[in-house]
Every structure is written in structure tokens, then in C-alpha cells.
């Protein structure tokens, strides 16, 4: 049996190790009241990439919280004290990727895709990504139709490839490419719409 480590019943803040520690350890709910305050803005900014709505993503953030606190003897904390920060954030961002993909994805099969042509769609796309502001994008993201938005941040921000992202979403690895070229061609759209004209009218 492991010993519980006085900190548990410490008073003092606790460190993110110690918090994962009394956690895994003791399934602590002091560990846990830590680690969800500090980390609930940054799993929640994850799931409002995927979902306009406030409260469904609130509903995603603690469901993924759930799934955190359900697999953290699963998580390594083997790492230097300087990144276990970074690698846990990456660890939890996963799952709550995961987890609005689970939404998504049932949404989606209730919901029929449209039947476009990928060669039709290329033909017309001429935005890059690269040259768009981050946050331009971001707040222009909830105005893309939910596949759109969700293969879009999946492959720009989240870093998934194509098969990955079929196999997610269960769609074919071309489907996931033609609404990316979709929501890139709408992104274009919006942002000339909502940032250029608006500009060139001062």
C-alpha cells in the first residue's frame, strides 16, 4: 500500500504534482478542487473552439474533467517538474478534444452530409490559413456549420492528420479533406466580409 504523503492533509497550496499525487494516491478531493479551478478556463477555451454554446461547452468541460480525474493513473508523471505542466495540459487538452468529437459525432449521424465535390471545392479555395490572425480565426470559427469547424481545428490547431481525423469523426480521409477546404473557403468569405470591407468603409 502506498503512504500517503502529509500534504494530503496539509493545509499549504498544494503544487500540481502533489495535486495529482493526493489524487491518484488518496482520490483526494482537495487534489481534484485543485486541479479543476486551475485548469477549467483552459478546457473550456478547448471546447468552445468545437461548440458556440456556453453551456454545452460547460456540460463538455466537466464531463471531460470527469474523464481526467477517472484516468490519471494512466498519466505519466515521471517528467521534470519544469514540464509536467505542459505534458498534463496536452494530456487533458486530449480528452476534451475527444470529448466534443463524441458530441459531434453523434450530432452528426443524426444529420445528413452534403454531397459536394471535393474537385469543385478546390477549384474555388484560395485561403491560407497561414495568412489569417489566430484570433480572426477563432472568432470567426462559430459561424462554420459544426463538421466544418470541428476538421478545421482538428487539423489546423489540434495538429491531427486527415486519417486521423476520419477515423475520429468516422467519415472517409476525403470527406475530412473537402470540408476542410470548405471551411477554409468560408473562413476567406467571412473575413473579407466582416474585416476587409469593413475596413475599406472607414
Known amino acids: 500500500m502506498r503512504i500517503i504523503h502529509k500534504y494530503v492533509k496539509s493545509k499549504e497550496p498544494l503544487t500540481l504534482r502533489e495535486a495529482l499525487d493526493a489524487c491518484v494516491v488518496n482520490n483526494s478531493e482537495r487534489g481534484k478542487a485543485y486541479i479543476y ?20 461547452a460547460e456540460e463538455i ?17 515521471h517528467e521534470e517538474d519544469a514540464v509536467l505542466e505542459k505534458t498534463f495540459k496536452s494530456w487533458m487538452a486530449r480528452i ?9 459525432r453523434v450530432r452528426k449521424n443524426n444529420t445528413m452530409l452534403e454531397d459536394v465535390s471535393e474537385q ?13 490572425e489566430v484570433q ?14 470541428s476538421i478545421f ?33 468560408k473562413l476567406r468569405k467571412l473575413y473579407t ?7 475599406l468603409n472607414f
Open 153 to 185: 481545428n482538428l487539423y489546423e490547431i489540434e495538429g491531427y492528420s486527415h486519417d486521423e481525423i476520419g477515423e475520429m469523426l468516422s467519415i472517409p480521409e476525403s470527406t475530412s479533406r473537402t470540408y476542410l477546404t470548405r471551411a477554409k473557403q
Open 136 to 149: 480572426d480565426i477563432l472568432n470567426l470559427l462559430h459561424q462554420l456549420p459544426d463538421l466544418q469547424k
Open 96 to 104: 476534451a478534444v475527444n470529448t466534443s468529437i463524441d458530441v459531434l
Open 61 to 77: 468541460t466537466n464531463e471531460s474533467f470527469v474523464k481526467v480525474f477517472r484516468k490519471l493513473e494512466a498519466f505519466s508523471q
Open 37 to 56: 479551478k486551475r485548469y477549467y478556463g483552459y478546457l473550456m477555451a478547448i471546447t468552445l473552439r468545437y461548440v458556440k454554446h456556453e453551456m454545452e
Open 120 to 132: 469543385v471545392l478546390l477549384q474555388h479555395a484560395t485561403v491560407d490559413s497561414s495568412k489569417m
Open 193 to 199: 466580409e466582416q474585416f476587409i470591407t469593413h475596413n
